[in-house]
């Protein structure tokens, strides 16, 4: 069923609240850029990366054959024990953090009633995302579940946030054809990651019931993942009234005046976002409701937010 569409006036920035709009994105960078970067701490070091290349890095890359001259701290003594032959370790230079946005794009949010659709409100807070990255100086990336269509690779500064912006606009404009739902998107993502890299997750509740528990420790396991629910005021707290709605059968009428109505209403959208909260932060991932009329950058403390127990 489709809610009613949003009929607030609002500034020319803002859009309409039903498809993103590549100037409102690009408004966003103020709101971001208005916070400080959030210390890395546990993953690497706080405040903007200086240069492309921050040193030698301790990120492995490969092991070989040890010849002379080679440090000798750096022997890579169980393959050289497996193989009878000396292996030395080679590490990578540690560059730019990657940040990396997934986004899902099922039928779900495509809808709103207040201020603008869940699908416009995950492209907002994407771009406040992307500009937080380059506020932080890291590469940013995203991607969708689609079995077809490429992730937009990492990019550094103004070029790489227009990029994933651009396909922030697609993707969200209306639901894409093909979806293979945020599953494919993390398994993608979980290819992608790296040790230190940054996740943030724009999902319907729903979404998450077809991602297997394990999934999560295997990202969290890479760095910081942020998780946000995308909802609306309309699901969350609806009117104790007789509401209409239009759906492909034609028009009908759900009393949400009625206790028992109201309670299988609560259970369809009120109690699964209840049930990811819980889920996702019993599995160290940062997570937030991001209501369709609440500002879109006011998830964005949780990147300086420390985890309770963390090292």
């Given at each position: 069923?489709?809610?009613?569409?949003?009929?607030?006036?609002?500034?020319?920035?803002?859009?309409?609240?039903?498809?993103?709009?590549?100037?409102?994105?690009?408004?966003?960078r103020?709101?971001?850029?208005?916070?400080?970067?959030?210390?890395?701490?546990?993953y690497?070091?706080?405040?903007?990366?200086?240069?492309?290349?921050?040193?030698?890095?301790?990120?492995?890359?490969?092991?070989?054959?040890?010849?002379?001259?080679?440090?000798?701290?750096?022997?890579?003594?169980?393959?050289?024990?497996?193989t009878?032959?000396?292996?030395?370790?080679?590490?990578?230079?540690?560059?730019?953090?990657?940040?990396?946005?997934?986004?899902?794009?099922?039928?779900?949010?495509?809808?709103?009633?207040?201020?603008?659709?869940?699908?416009?409100?995950?492209?907002?807070?994407?771009?406040?995302?992307?500009?937080?990255?380059?506020?932080?100086?890291?590469?940013?990336?995203?991607?969708?579940?689609?079995?077809?269509?490429?992730?937009?690779p990492?990019?550094?500064?103004?070029?790489?946030?227009?990029?994933?912006?651009?396909?922030?606009?697609?993707?969200?404009?209306?639901?894409?054809?093909?979806?293979?739902?945020?599953?494919?998107?993390?398994?993608?993502?979980?290819?992608?990651?790296?040790?230190?890299?940054?996740?943030?997750?724009?999902?319907?509740?729903?979404?998450?019931?077809?991602?297997?528990?394990?999934?999560?420790?295997?990202?969290t396991?890479?760095?910081?993942?942020?998780?946000?629910?995308?909802?609306?005021?309309?699901?969350?707290?609806?009117?104790?009234?007789?509401?209409?709605?239009?759906?492909?059968?034609?028009?009908?009428?759900?009393?949400?005046?009625?206790?028992?109505?109201?309670?299988?209403?609560?259970?369809?959208?009120?109690?699964?976002?209840?049930?990811?909260?819980?889920?996702?932060?019993?599995r160290?991932?940062?997570?937030?409701?991001?209501?369709?009329?609440?500002?879109?950058?006011?998830?964005?403390?949780?990147?300086?937010?420390?985890?309770?127990?963390?090292?």
């Amino acid at each position: 069923m489709s809610p009613p569409v949003p009929t607030k006036r609002q500034a020319p920035a803002e859009g309409d609240g039903v498809r993103p709009t590549l100037a409102e994105l690009l408004a966003l960078r103020s709101a971001a850029q208005g916070r400080r970067g959030a210390r890395r701490g546990r993953y690497g070091p706080a405040g903007q990366a200086p240069s492309p290349v921050r040193g030698r890095g301790m990120e492995y890359a490969e092991s070989r054959e040890y010849v002379p001259g080679d440090d000798v701290r750096h022997i890579d003594w169980r393959l050289t024990a497996r193989t009878g032959r000396a292996h030395t370790k080679l590490f990578q230079a540690e560059r730019e953090r990657l940040t990396l946005l997934v986004a899902d794009t099922s039928a779900a949010l495509y809808v709103g009633t207040r201020v603008r659709f869940k699908s416009v409100q995950a492209a907002r807070a994407g771009a406040v995302a992307a500009w937080a990255a380059v506020r932080d100086g890291d590469r940013v990336a995203a991607l969708r579940g689609s079995l077809r269509e490429a992730p937009v690779p990492p990019g550094a500064g103004p070029r790489g946030a227009l990029r994933v912006l651009d396909a922030l606009v697609r993707w969200y404009a209306a639901p894409p054809a093909e979806d293979a739902g945020l599953g494919v998107a993390l398994d993608h993502a979980a290819r992608l990651l790296r040790p230190g890299s940054r996740l943030l997750v724009l999902a319907d509740a729903a979404s998450l019931a077809a991602v297997p528990e394990r999934r999560w420790a295997a990202l969290t396991a890479h760095g910081e993942v942020t998780v946000l629910l995308l909802t609306d005021p309309l699901e969350t707290a609806p009117p104790a009234a007789l509401l209409p709605f239009a759906t492909d059968a034609g028009r009908i009428e759900i009393d949400l005046g009625d206790a028992a109505v109201r309670q299988r209403w609560r259970e369809t959208f009120v109690v699964p976002v209840q049930r990811a909260e819980q889920a996702l932060r019993a599995r160290r991932v940062r997570v937030a409701t991001l209501p369709g009329d609440a500002p879109s950058e006011q998830w964005l403390a949780l990147w300086g937010h420390r985890l309770a127990g963390a090292a």
